[in-house]
């Protein structure tokens, strides 16, 4: 069973839908990062979180530490959304991270 | 500032040649590592580096060497290269190594033949 596990692997949503994408966890863990990976294939960090939720302009992320859960939500979603959403954990003092398969997001016009 | 370069982007061998990856980062970041992304499975580390003269393996080390003599370059070299090195390969650094933020290179895409 792998460490870090997204739901859904693919997700299509019209424009202006909510959109929510799940991680779950199963290891201790000093932080947790949300990575947007955009079609030509670079990465780009949108969140770290240890505790709480996060916002940042339609894009809000949260962590549950006892239920080993984060959600990535984006409201009023937007075609230049679409891109793959990775989740990845930070255990131990070192920061090496371990990722999950990712979520494929397309939203429609 | 020009954050991460990741050099070159693209990049053919044949099995058995040897190269270097260039990462460099110009944010006076401590952390760097290398990771590679393969169809179906998350990134995955390969080296990292906690600061000059200090690197470290993680997760899927074999037939790749680094070298960090300068906090700004952490290099990836491949010894000799086979086809299952075939993989998209990212740089990326941090301030520190715990719990910072991470900047990543743009990717190399690697055919091994």
Known sequence: KNEVEQSPQNLTAQEGEFITINCSYSVGISALHWLQQHPGGGIVSLFMLSSGKKKHGRLIATINIQEKHSSLHITASHPRDSAVYICAVSKGSQGNLIFGKGTKLSVKP | NAGVTQTPKFQVLKTGQSMTLQCAQDMNHEYMSWYRQDPGMG????????????????EVPNGYNVSRSTTEDFPLRLLSAAPSQTSVYFCASSYEATNEKLFFGSGTQLSVL
């Open chain 2, 43 to 58: 990134l995955r580390l390969i080296h990292y580096s906690v600061g000059a003269g200090i690197t470290d393996q993680g």
